[in-house]
C-alpha cells in the first residue's frame, strides 16, 4: 500500500521547465491546478504576455488529490443555496455547473485528451430516515431547474440506503491527465508553464505586482491567484471566510462499475470506479474539519478498516483538503477596485466543476469581457446572514489554534518526540539512524503542527499547511520551510 494519491502514479515529467529568468508580463498565474491551468488554457490565444508558476508540479496539489467526479449533484447544496438567498441563486448556481460541465466535456473531445472521461449515473443517498424528506426535497428542486432525477429505496450495490436519487449525466475522469494535457496545449500555444517555481512575496507597485521567487522577479500587470488557499492576501481574511475540510481516500483493485455515490450529510462516504490499464473502487470517507480528529494514523486505520470490511485491500491511500464557503457558493473574481487582483477558490469540494467555471470567469474578467456568473461567485459579496457563518470560521479557527497548542509537546508517536531551545518548540521525528528537526510552528499563523504518522509530514490543524519530515513546505498557506538550522 502506498500513501500517495492514485492519481500522482501517473505523473508525467516531460515538458517541465523551471524559471530560470525575471519576467515583465501583462498577466501572471500563480497555482498550477484545475483553477490556473483552466484559466491559462481560455486565455492560449490571447496576445497577452501570460504565464503560470507552479510551486511543486501540475496537479500536485487539491486537483490531484480529488476523487475526481465531474458532477452537477452536490449533495444538497441547491436547497442549501436556496435557504440562504433564493430559487433564481439556486438556479443560477446550477447552470454554472451545468456549463462548467459542458466546458470539460467539449474541451476533453474538442482537444482528444486520453483522461479516461465516462458518463456515469450520480446519486445521492441516505441511511437516516431523517434524511429522507431533504432529498426529496433536492429532487423537486433539480426537476424544477430541468434536471431528470430518478428514485430508489433499494440499496445501491453494497451501500445500504434507506433512500437514494439519482442522476444519469454526470462523469469521472483522471484530473491528473486531463491536467496534463491542457499544460501542453498552452505551452504550445506560447504561453509558458513553470513548474518547482514558488512565488514567496508579492508587492504592489505604481499599479503592477512584483512577486518573488527565492532566485526571480516577475512584474505583471494582472495577478491571478489560484493557489488553493489564497495566503497573501491580507486583509481578505481568508480564515474568517473560509473553513477547512478535509477527508480520507483510498483506492483498491475492484471491478469498475458506472456510477458514483454520495451521502446527502456530513460526515461523507463517497464512492466511483476508475478504469485505466487497471480497474479501482475509489472510497472516501471520514471527513471532518480540519482542526478536529487530528490523529492521521487513526483517521487512515478507519478508512483502512472500512475499505477491509468491504472486503477490499487499498492500494493506495491519501488524504485531501478543501476550502468551503459561509454561502456554498465559491469565490471567483476581482479582490480589489482597480481590478487587477483576481482569485479562484472555496469550491466547497466541487473543484473540477468550480474549479472550470473559475477558468471561464477569470480569463473572461481579466481581458476586460463581462461574464454571465461573475456577480454570483463575487468574492467581495458581504450579506447579513454571513455573520453566523463568520463566527463559525472564528470558533474554528482559535479552536484548531488551541488544539495545536494543547497537543504542541504530546507525543503521539515511538519516533517522534519535542526538544525546547531558547524557548522555542523544535519537532525531532527519528528514522532508522536518522534525526530530522523542524520549528514546531507553522510560519502561516503561529499554530503548532501535528507529525502525520503516515505520510511522515508536519501537518497545521488550522490551515492546511503540510511540510515534509526535512521541513520544507509542501503545502500551504505557508510559503516558507520550518527545517531547524541545526539539522543533522
Ligand atoms: C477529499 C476531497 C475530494 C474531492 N473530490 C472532488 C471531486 O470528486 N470532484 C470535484 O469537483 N472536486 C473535488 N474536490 C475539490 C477539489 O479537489 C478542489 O476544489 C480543487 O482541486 C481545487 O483546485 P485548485 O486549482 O483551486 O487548487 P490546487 O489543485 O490545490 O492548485 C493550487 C496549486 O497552487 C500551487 N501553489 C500554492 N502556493 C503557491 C505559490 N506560492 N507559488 C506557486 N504555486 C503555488 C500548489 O502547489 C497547487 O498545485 C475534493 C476535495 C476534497 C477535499
Redesign the pocket.
Known amino acids: 500500500m502506498q500513501t500517495k494519491s492514485l492519481w500522482l502514479k501517473d505523473d508525467d515529467n516531460s515538458d517541465k521547465y523551471i524559471l530560470n529568468k525575471d519576467l515583465d508580463l501583462d498577466i501572471l498565474i ?7 491551468l483552466s484559466t491559462l488554457y481560455n486565455l492560449r490565444n490571447s496576445n497577452k504576455k501570460i504565464a503560470l ?4 508540479t501540475i ?5 490531484g ?7 452537477y449533484l452536490q449533495e444538497l447544496i441547491y436547497q442549501d443555496i436556496e435557504n440562504k438567498y433564493n430559487y433564481q441563486v439556486a438556479k443560477k448556481y446550477y447552470d454554472s455547473q451545468k456549463d462548467a460541465i459542458k466546458f470539460i466535456t467539449e474541451t476533453i473531445r474538442n482537444e482528444k485528451i486520453k483522461c479516461d472521461l465516462e458518463v456515469v449515473d450520480s446519486y445521492i443517498y441516505t441511511d437516516k430516515l431523517e434524511e429522507v424528506p431533504k432529498i426529496k426535497r433536492e429532487k423537486e428542486l433539480l426537476e424544477k431547474m430541468g434536471a431528470k432525477v430518478l428514485e430508489t429505496t433499494n440499496n445501491v450495490d453494497f451501500i445500504q440506503s434507506k433512500y437514494a436519487i439519482k442522476v444519469q449525466d454526470t462523469y469521472v475522469f483522471h484530473p491528473l491527465k486531463y491536467l496534463q494535457v491542457l499544460k501542453k496545449i498552452c505551452l504550445k500555444n506560447g504561453k509558458m508553464v513553470y513548474e518547482n ?4 512575496r508579492i508587492e504592489e507597485k505604481d499599479n503592477a505586482f512584483i512577486c518573488y521567487t527565492e532566485e526571480y522577479t516577475i512584474k505583471c500587470q494582472k495577478l491571478i491567484i ?3 488557499y489564497p495566503f497573501f492576501l491580507f486583509p481578505y481574511v481568508m480564515p474568517l471566510k473560509c473553513t477547512i ?3 480520507y ?1 483510498g483506492s483498491s483493485l475492484a471491478n469498475a462499475k458506472n456510477y458514483t455515490l454520495i451521502t446527502s450529510s456530513k460526515p461523507t462516504t463517497s464512492v466511483r470506479y476508475q478504469k485505466d490499464s487497471q480497474e479501482y473502487l475509489i472510497y ?1 470517507t471520514k471527513s471532518s474539519r480540519i482542526c478536529d480528529n487530528l490523529d492521521e494514523k487513526e483517521n487512515y486505520g478507519k478508512l483502512i478498516k472500512e475499505l477491509n470490511d468491504l472486503k477490499l485491500l487499498p492500494s493506495y491511500v491519501w488524504k ?3 476550502l468551503l464557503t459561509i454561502d456554498k457558493i465559491p469565490y471567483i473574481g476581482y479582490l480589489n477596485k482597480k481590478h487587477n487582483l483576481l482569485i ?2 472555496g ?1 466547497n ?7 472550470s467555471l473559475a477558468g471561464l470567469i477569470l480569463s473572461d474578467l481579466v481581458l476586460n469581457k463581462k461574464n454571465k456568473y461573475a456577480s454570483l461567485c463575487d468574492p467581495l459579496r458581504i450579506n447579513i446572514t454571513d455573520l453566523g457563518g463568520i463566527l463559525t470560521n472564528i470558533y474554528s479557527n482559535i479552536k484548531g489554534f488551541i488544539k495545536s497548542k494543547a497537543g504542541k509537546n504530546k507525543k503521539l508517536y515511538e519516533n517522534v518526540s519535542f526538544e525546547t531551545k531558547n524557548g522555542v518548540s523544535i519537532g525531532v521525528y527519528k528514522e532508522n539512524d536518522k534525526v530530522y528537526k523542524v520549528y514546531n510552528r507553522c510560519p502561516h499563523l503561529g499554530c503548532s503542527l501535528i507529525f502525520n504518522e503516515e505520510d511522515k509530514t508536519w501537518d497545521c490543524p488550522c490551515h492546511a499547511s503540510r511540510f515534509d519530515k526535512k521541513g520544507k513546505c509542501i503545502k ?1 498557506p505557508s ?1 516558507y520551510d520550518i527545517t531547524y538550522k541545526d539539522n543533522m
Open positions: 500563480i497555482g498550477g491546478g484545475i483553477t490556473g508558476l507552479e510551486s511543486s496537479g500536485s496539489g487539491s486537483t488529490h480529488t476523487t475526481g467526479k465531474i458532477n517555481s514558488k512565488v514567496v489560484a493557489s488553493h475540510e478535509k477527508s481516500i472516501l485531501n483538503t478543501d479562484g477558490t469550491y469540494t466541487w473543484g473540477m466543476t468550480n474549479g500551504g510559503q
